[in-house]
């Protein structure tokens, strides 16, 4: 069996473990154009921050010791440039001296990755402006900033953008994120990223939303970014994080399938339009394991496991992979962001029915010190209560949350379940009534009918006149530190006694902080002859909508 692993790092270099664990027989051959097998990408913004030291301490494993630990025929600073499915080889070509020549295979594996997006944009190959996306780039932008950089433009703010914003900021340096959309982190819906731009700002980021770089220019040994509305930023560096795009050009060639964004599609078993080529990582198109579509995600977790799916395939074994779930997270200063399977705008987008809600509970028990509030969305089907996704924004216990909400998600639970989820509780680490069973209450409780909701954003896009009345529930504290446009006030304790204030004849949305005595009110409500419902969140989500509002 003569197995070839074209490109290392998560994929590739899983893929070669793996099959060497599984064979001891098998000639395995790694071809890798770039200097480094193994590497922490992930790691890379947090070496220009300084808060990894040591650039070694990035190097996962070396060719040498990989080669040693595993018996493997590692070839560095060696391209596959071509692939002849017909005669089972390939061309390889030596960057150091030139030389071409062929190698046979039994079965290959691609994992050649994603490059990071340069846009057309004029003066874009300018000294000082980078991608990020391998050891050599993080060299570069290292010796740059060595050279006393003050100011940093990140054109993207997506995961990568976001965490290099923290690390420059950390440097003491001026930054400011451009994005072109309406949003920062664009997989996440909208206004779970409102607490990620007020901890940007609040930490000197300056974020610039609705704004694109429409040209670069040199000014002396600064440069100028001129953006879409003819304003400009003096910087002295500026990394691009707008995207990748698969590294198909090898599968292209061979006449392998891609999708239409360009990732090579695979099977469940990883297996390419050629039954004799497998393709893993940041290059392929896999299925999305929520919504059963093509996706293209990606994500280091994702590419180890597919790494080691297409080793089994490959050595004999049959191994499925699941799909993609999309599992990420952010850390952000003292805010760690987190989501897992479908975002609303996804199901949206294919036009699949949900339903969704908020809930804003605390990451451990109040009654002991240094609680922090949870702001997590559940997205649900109708009917059944199955989980599609989640998405946790806090400063504290957000990624186990998610976690839990993940691996529910990998079982087909339904929210049902997550009521009845027995989680760990002291009061340091949660509560006996832990922020995902809380989720699952309110998702159930919809469900069945015992807290009719109605949404924030539905509420305010309706004309005033065509609005319910908007019930504040609160304490009059409360209330002084903001309130929905047009509320009225009665604080839930005093409702029994004051319902001859409100009218029987027009429909009443409840609101408090986060819900709960929303609730209440509710059924107090309804069960003394009202329409009513509770707007789902409470005001913690109304600020999330409106936050200029609020």
Known sequence: MKLLIVGGVAGGAS???????????????????????????CGLPYYLGGKIEHRESLVLMTPGHFRERFALDVRMRSEVIAIDRSAHRVRVREHATGKEYDETYDKLI????????????????????FTLRDLGDVDRIHMRMGGGVRRAVIVGAGFIGLELAENFVRRGMETTVVELQDQVMPPFDK?????????????????????????????GNAISVRLDDESSIETDLVILGVGVRPENALAVAAGLEVGPRGGIRVDDRMRTSDPDIFAVGDAVETTDFVLDTPTQVPLG?????????????????????????ATAVLGLFDLTAAMTGASEKSLR???????????????????????????????????????????????????????VIAMAIQAGMTVFDLEE?????????????????????????????????????????????ERPLILDVRTAGEVAHGAIPGAIHIP???????????????????????????????RILLQRGFEAANIDGGYETFRHFFPAES
Request: one cysteine or more; aromatic letters at 6%.
């Open 15 to 41: 893929a070669a473990a793996r099959a060497r664990r599984l064979s001891e027989t098998a000639e395995i051959v790694v071809f890798e154009r770039g200097p480094d097998i193994s590497f922490a990408n």
């Open 110 to 129: 691609l994992s050649p990755g994603a490059s990071p997006l340069r846009p057309p944009i004029p003066g874009i190959d300018l000294p000082g402006i």
């Open 421 to 465: 989820s027995e989680l760990c509780y002291a009061p340091q680490f949660g509560s006996a009534k832990d922020a995902v069973n809380m989720a699952g209450f309110v998702a159930a409780g919809k469900l069945r009918g015992d807290q009719p909701q109605i949404e924030i954003d539905t509420v305010m896009s309706l004309p005033e006149s």
């Open 492 to 522: 839930v304790d005093e409702l029994r006694e004051r319902l001859g204030e409100l009218p029987k004849e027009r429909s009443i949305a409840c609101y408090c902080q986060i819900g709960q005595r929303g609730y209440l009110a509710t």
């Open 301 to 325: 977790g994702p590419a180890n496991r597919q790494g080691r799916i297409a080793a089994d395939n490959a050595m004999g074994r049959d191994s499925v992979y699941r799909g993609t779930q």
């Open 191 to 219: 206004e779970m990223t409102t607490p990620i731009v007020a901890e940007a700002k609040a930490r000197g980021v300056q974020v610039l939303l609705n704004r694109s770089a429409k040209a670069f220019e040199a000014t």
């Open 349 to 403: 987008r294919i036009g699949k029915p949900f339903e969704r809600v908020y809930v804003h509970p605390t990451n451990h028990a109040g009654y002991y010190p240094g609680a922090e509030r949870i702001h997590m969305k559940l997205l649900f089907e109708p009917g059944t209560g199955r989980i599609l996704g989640a998405q946790g924004v806090g400063k504290a216990g957000v990624d186990k949350r998610i976690d």
